[in-house]
């Protein structure tokens, strides 16, 4: 399979930079898988797990937070507000944020904070998700 080049980076970091052949991650209406010579588009990240094959077989696997991914030319670049991997993630610390937003969407809120509450908890929830599913 030929290989593409990916970037994955926050603000803090940069969580991937390198050749790949695949790489998968979430949309708002489900996941998309990237390859080489795909179409050049503009796609919102919604957040979720994260899955780079790289070109010796291997996975590489994360957590994304919302952001942007702009494929063009054979390269994928990836901007986040949140990349972890899975050993990275902090399994209280994701608990409490998730009880944190779940609380607050039990307030009245202006649709801003709501929608604001809404992501917090989907990353809370995938983040949890992704540390159970590989067993770190």
Known sequence: MDPLFLKVITF??????????QVVFTMEDGEVA???HHENMLFA???GEIRVAKADGSIERGVL??????????RVIIMVDTAEHPDEIDMVRAERARLRAQEQL?????IAEYYHTQ??????????????KYKI
């Open 65 to 74: 937070g919302t952001g942007f991914a702009y494929v063009m030319n054979n």
């Open 12 to 21: 803090e970091r940069e969580f991937y930079f390198d050749k790949c052949t």
């Open 34 to 36: 990237i390859q080489a």
């Open 106 to 110: 039990r307030q009245k809120q202006s």
């Open 119 to 132: 992501i917090s908890m989907a990353k809370a929830i995938s983040r949890m998700k992704v540390r159970k």
């Open 45 to 47: 990240v919604d957040p």
